[in-house]
C-alpha cells in the first residue's frame, strides 16, 4: 500500500514536470486517487504558495465530514444538496481551539453569500434614540474584545446509532473570536424605555433572523469580525457575525446587516416556540446550554492497539459559565474518577480533560460527566427522560429543536478485540434535525 502511494507521488511529480503544469483532473484519476486526496501528495511546502498560506503536511489529511443521507438523496430538501452542511470531525483533534477549516458550518437552505466587505453594512435601529449604520471600517476603529467561546447546534445528540463522536457531537465547534461588544453599539445609538428585545438579521438569501432577549444582548454578545486570529470565514459569516455565547448555535447570526431593537420577541421563519417561551422547568436555562461533555479519545469508530497505558480525553463545555470538575467512569458509571483539566479553563468555552486508564484487555464502557460552575451535573439518558417524562423513543424520535438541550451522557464501549462502538442501547428511529 505504501509502495504504490509513493509510486503514486513519483508519477504525478514526473507527468507535472514533463507536461510543464499541474497535475490534471486527468492525471490525477490516472493515477487512482481521488483528485482531493492525490492533490494532497504534490504539496511543495518550500513553494512560495505553500509559504505565502501555510499548507499542512501531506500525512494529515482529516477534513469535515459532510451532513449524512440528505446529500445522497437529493430530492430532500433539508439542508439543500448544493449548499451542504458539516460537521466537525472531533476525534482528529487535540486542544480546545477546533481549526476555523475543520469548524463545522450550517447553512440551511440559503448557501453562503460572497459579500465585498467595503459595501457591507450593519444598521442598528429601532427603539433607540440614534440609529445608525456601521461600515467594516467604522466598526472596526471601536473598542473590541477576543473571547474563547463554543458554538454548538442543538442538533447534537447522544445517538446510538452514529458510529463516531462527529456524529454525535460533530455540529460543535470552539473558537477565538473579535470583536465589538454588542452593547458597545447598543450604548451608541442609546435604548429607548420600552426596548427589551432585539432582532437579529442576516444578509443571506434566507434572511436568517432571530429574537434575542436584550439582557443577553447588552451581557455577552459579539458582533464579531474576527476567528481564530483571521478575518471570519465565509461559511462562518465573513465579514460580520453575532456571537451569543452559551446560546444554541441557530442565534448566532452569520453575514448581519441589522439589529432591530424591540419590545417583544418577533416571530421570524427560525423562531420556533420553545425559543421564545422559557419553560419553567429549567428558568433561565430556557437558553443556555446545560453541562457536558464528550469523550474524544478513544471513541467510537478507533482501535485500541494495545494493552496497557492509555489516556482517555474529551471536551467539556457548558452554556452556563465555566467547567468546575469533570469525572470519568471506565465501567459505564457505576464509578467515576475525577478528571485533570489540560489548559485554560475559561467560561462558555471547550475545556479539555483526560485520565490516564490502563487498559488490561477486558470490555470496558467509557464515558465522562460534566459539572458546570452552577453546580449543574450533566445527566445520564435516563435521568434526563426521567426529568423531561420522556420515552426512549420520544428521546430519539422527536426531532432535536423540539426536544430542547440534548446534554445526556454518551458511553463508548471497548470491546476485548480493542474496538470501540456506541455504548447506549439500540434504538430502531433517531430522527435528525438535518435529515
Ligand atoms: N445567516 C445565517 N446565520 C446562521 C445560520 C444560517 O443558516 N444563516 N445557521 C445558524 C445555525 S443553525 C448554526 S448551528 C450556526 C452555525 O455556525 P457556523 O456555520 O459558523 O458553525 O450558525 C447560525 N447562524
Ligand atoms: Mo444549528
Given at each position: ?19 510543464g ?44 465530514e ?68 456601521f ?21 447534537n ?5 452514529a ?39 442576516a ?33 462562518h ?54 453541562p457536558?461533555?464528550?469523550i ?61 486508564w ?55 464501549k471497548?470491546?476485548?478485540?480493542g ?17
Amino acid at each position: 500500500m505504501k509502495r504504490t502511494n509513493r509510486d503514486r507521488r513519483r508519477f504525478l511529480k514526473q507527468g507535472a514536470a514533463v507536461a510543464g503544469l499541474v497535475a490534471t483532473p486527468q492525471a490525477l484519476e490516472l493515477a487512482g486517487g481521488s483528485a482531493a486526496a492525490a492533490a494532497q501528495t504534490v504539496v511543495d511546502h518550500n513553494a512560495l504558495e505553500s509559504v505565502l498560506y501555510g499548507k499542512r503536511s501531506r500525512f494529515v489529511t482529516t477534513t469535515r465530514e459532510v451532513e449524512g443521507r440528505s446529500h445522497s438523496e437529493q430530492t430532500l430538501i433539508r439542508p439543500h444538496p448544493h449548499r451542504p452542511s458539516a460537521r466537525t470531525p472531533l476525534a482528529e483533534l487535540t486542544g480546545t481551539i477546533t481549526p476555523t477549516p475543520l469548524h463545522f458550518t450550517t447553512q440551511h437552505h440559503y448557501g453562503i453569500p460572497d459579500i465585498n466587505p467595503d459595501e457591507h453594512t450593519l444598521r442598528v435601529e429601532g427603539l433607540v434614540d440614534r440609529p445608525l449604520v456601521f461600515t467594516m471600517d467604522e466598526l472596526r476603529r471601536l473598542p473590541f474584545v477576543s473571547r474563547v467561546y463554543f458554538l454548538e447546534c442543538v442538533g447534537n445528540r447522544p445517538n446510538p446509532r452514529a458510529e463516531t463522536v462527529t456524529g454525535t457531537h460533530g455540529r460543535m465547534g470552539c473558537s477565538e473570536w473579535t470583536g465589538v461588544p454588542l452593547s458597545v453599539l447598543l450604548d451608541e445609538v442609546g435604548l429607548r424605555d420600552a426596548a427589551s428585545w432585539i432582532v437579529a438579521e442576516a444578509a443571506d438569501g434566507g434572511k436568517h433572523t432571530k429574537s434575542i432577549p436584550l439582557g443577553k444582548a447588552l451581557d455577552d454578545v459579539l458582533v464579531a469580525y474576527g476567528q481564530n486570529g483571521e478575518p471570519v470565514r465565509p461559511d462562518h459569516g465573513y465579514p460580520l457575525r453575532l456571537v451569543v455565547p452559551g446560546f444554541e448555535g441557530i442565534y448566532n447570526v452569520k453575514w448581519l446587516k441589522r439589529i432591530k431593537v424591540v419590545d417583544q420577541p418577533y416571530l421570524s421563519f427560525q423562531e420556533h416556540s420553545r425559543f421564545l417561551t422559557p419553560n419553567p422547568k429549567t428558568q433561565r436555562d430556557a437558553y443556555d446550554f446545560g453541562p457536558n461533555s464528550v469523550i474524544t479519545q478513544p471513541s467510537g469508530g478507533q482501535e485500541l492497539q494495545a494493552h496497557g497505558a492509555h489516556v482517555i480525553s474529551g471536551l467539556a463545555w457548558s452554556g452556563s459559565g465555566a467547567v468546575r470538575k469533570v469525572e470519568v467512569s471506565t465501567d459505564g458509571g457505576a464509578t467515576y474518577r475525577e478528571a485533570e483539566l489540560a489548559g485554560p479553563v475559561l467560561p462558555k468555552a471547550h475545556t479539555r480533560f483526560y485520565l490516564p486508564w490502563r487498559w488490561n484487555g477486558e470490555e470496558a464502557v467509557l464515558q465522562s460527566r460534566c459539572l458546570d460552575e452552577r453546580d449543574q451535573l450533566q445527566p445520564t439518558e435516563a435521568e434526563y427522560a426521567r426529568y423531561w417524562n420522556l420515552t426512549r423513543g420520544q428521546l430519539y424520535g422527536t426531532v432535536q429543536s423540539q426536544l430542547g438541550h440534548c446534554n445526556w451522557i454518551q458511553p463508548w464501549k471497548v470491546g476485548r478485540d480493542g474496538k470501540v462502538t456506541n455504548g447506549l442501547e439500540p434504538v430502531d428511529v433517531v430522527v435528525d434535525v438535518h435529515a
